[in-house]
Every structure is written in structure tokens, then in C-alpha cells.
Nanobody, 121 residues
Framework: VQLQASGGGLVQVGGSLKLSCVASGRTFRTHNVGWFRQAPGKEREFVARIGWGSDFTHYADSVKGRFAISRDDAENTAYLQMNSLKLEDTAVYFC???????????????WGQGTQVTVSS
């Protein structure tokens, strides 16, 4: 599975962005998809994940109620809708795919290249 993330950009506090993660390969629909982020000087952290078949979603406490993860397996694409953005959401966002149901980044074998999200005041 090859992944390509896009949709990042510069947005003001309180604004919204929608990230996309396009996958190649017929096995995408049987993989769990996760979004992670890494801010400057910080370790990569879990943001959200969705099971294959969209059977479950899971969010980090820091984004719960503001972000929504979804997927369209017919389009081999996963999304991360980000609302009410805060300064602390500034980071490079990565999508990843795994056959394992986990929020741990080491469980994800396939990674996109990352897309920069910058939230300004």
C-alpha cells in the first residue's frame, strides 16, 4: 500500500481543514488507517484511526470533538476533517495504514509523506 497525504495549509485559529490520504493498491480496504502528527521538537503522536469497513473510530483526547476521520474505500481515500483548529494543532500530519488495530505508530507498516498544517493567531 502506498499512501499520499494532502490538504494541509495555513489556517487561522478556529478555522478548518480537510486532509486527504489517497492509497494505491487493492488491499487498502482491509487496512486500518491512522493519522499521526509531529510538531517541531516533539515526538510523533497519534491523532485518529478508523477500522477497515469503518467499523470503529478512535481519537486522541486532544482532538476529540473537533476532528473526524472517515474513509471512502471505493475511492481508496481516507480523510481527516479538522475543525476548531488551535495553535497546538500545528504539525506535519501523516496518514498510515496497518493490518493491526492499534494507535501505536510502530504498528503501522505503510506511511504517507506528510502534509504541513500551520495554525496561526
Amino acid at each position: 500500500v502506498q499512501l499520499q497525504a494532502s490538504g494541509g495549509g495555513l489556517v487561522q485559529v478556529g478555522g478548518s481543514l480537510k486532509l486527504s490520504c489517497v492509497a494505491s493498491g487493492r488491499t487498502f480496504r482491509t487496512h486500518n488507517v491512522g493519522w499521526f502528527r509531529q510538531a517541531p521538537g516533539k515526538e510523533r503522536e497519534f491523532v485518529a484511526r478508523i477500522g477497515w469497513g469503518s467499523d470503529f473510530t478512535h481519537y486522541a483526547d486532544s482532538v476529540k470533538g473537533r476532528f473526524a476521520i472517515s474513509r471512502d474505500d471505493a475511492e481508496n481515500t481516507a480523510y481527516l476533517q479538522m475543525n476548531s483548529l488551535k495553535l497546538e494543532d500545528t504539525a506535519v500530519y501523516f496518514c498510515a495504514a496497518s493490518t493491526v488495530s492499534s494507535s501505536a505508530d510502530y504498528s503501522y507498516a505503510y506511511w504517507g509523506q506528510g502534509t504541513q498544517v500551520t495554525v496561526s493567531s
